[in-house]
């Protein structure tokens, strides 16, 4: 059999009706999911829901002027997704650097990272899109004495450096 670069699997009994392509609809997400203090988040995609082996998607709604406790989602890859409002995220050992992004700006929180989400606005819920690498939500909260006045922390990836290379 000549090799095209696609892994070949058996067509389940189903031919793929049930067991392949799903929709979730926004109203029917699962509230049933590892939570952290000032923040809502509910589950579209999971092992639970959906049969998901590697990635958890779901939402998250933090009320106006609310913020999150500190918390790490393990050896967890995060991504979020601005979706309204603005988010203002605080990292670090003591929550020591800030930045900020608005709508359809994404935001990646590697493994073990203590962070904290913030609601920047006093009047606009923040309302954000949330994968991860794996089908089940790890949350550990933390306790930390966060400093008062983070320092900012402009994003530059490495192929948009100043100067160059």
Same mark, same amino acid.
């Given at each position: 059999? =000549?090799?095209?670069?696609?892994?070949?699997? +058996? *067509?389940?009994?189903?031919?793929?009706?049930? +067991?392949?392509?799903?929709?979730?609809?926004?109203? %029917?997400?699962? $509230?049933?999911? $590892?939570?952290?203090?000032?923040?809502?988040?509910? &589950? &579209?995609?999971?092992?639970?829901?959906?049969?998901?082996?590697?990635?958890?998607?779901?939402?998250?709604?933090?009320?106006?002027?609310?913020?999150?406790?500190?918390?790490?989602?393990? &050896?967890? /890859? +995060?991504?979020?997704?601005?979706?309204?409002?603005? &988010?203002?995220?605080?990292?670090?050992?003591? #929550? /020591?650097? *800030?930045?900020? $992004?608005?709508?359809?700006?994404?935001?990646? !929180? =590697?493994?073990?990272?203590?962070?904290? /989400?913030?609601? $920047? %606005?006093?009047?606009?819920?923040?309302?954000?899109?949330?994968?991860? %690498?794996?089908?089940?939500? !790890?949350? *550990?909260? #933390?306790?930390? /004495?966060?400093? @008062?006045?983070? @320092?900012?922390?402009?994003?530059?990836?490495?192929?948009?450096?100043?100067?160059?290379?």
């Amino acid at each position: 059999m =000549p090799h095209d670069g696609h892994e070949h699997h +058996s *067509v389940p009994p189903d031919g793929w009706k049930h +067991s392949g392509v799903r929709v979730i609809p926004g109203d %029917s997400l699962d $509230a049933n999911t $590892a939570q952290t203090p000032g923040m809502n988040r509910a &589950a &579209a995609i999971n092992a639970a829901r959906v049969g998901a082996q590697r990635i958890w998607a779901g939402t998250v709604h933090i009320h106006p002027d609310a913020k999150t406790g500190a918390h790490h989602h393990g &050896a967890l /890859e +995060s991504v979020i997704y601005v979706v309204r409002g603005r &988010a203002r995220m605080r990292w670090g050992e003591k #929550l /020591e650097f *800030v930045a900020e $992004a608005g709508p359809g700006d994404f935001i990646f !929180v =590697p493994p073990y990272v203590p962070h904290q /989400e913030i609601n $920047a %606005s006093t009047d606009e819920t923040l309302e954000c899109v949330l994968v991860r %690498s794996d089908n089940e939500a !790890v949350v *550990v909260n #933390l306790d930390i /004495e966060p400093v @008062e006045k983070p @320092e900012k922390v402009l994003w530059i990836d490495p192929i948009h450096r100043k100067g160059g290379f």
